[in-house]
């Protein structure tokens, strides 16, 4: 993972599965992301990759991890 951290932001390169549990609750003021919608784009063959489901329902539930995490590290 890849990773700048000053006082005023922090910028991270990797995979959010990976990064996300590891960021404090409501830390977060703003966050840009591009989410591998599942049929829109295909970025990689890895398996875990979130562009590679096979269904829409597949991609919804394996995605719902990240809307929860966003959801928990963002402030109101």
């Known amino acids: 993972m890849e990773q700048i951290i000053t006082d005023n932001y922090a910028i991270y390169n990797g995979d959010c599965v990976e990064i996300l549990p590891s960021i404090p609750s409501n830390s977060i003021h703003l966050s840009a992301y591009s989410p591998p919608f599942c049929g829109l784009f295909q970025y990689s063959s890895n398996e875990r990759d979130l562009s ?3 269904t829409r ?6 995605y719902e991890f990240v809307v929860e995490q966003i959801v928990r590290l963002t402030l109101p």
Do not use: P, S
Not at 57 to 62: D, K, L, T, V
């Open 52 to 54: 590679n489901c096979r």
């Open 57 to 62: 329902g597949e991609f919804m539930e394996h």
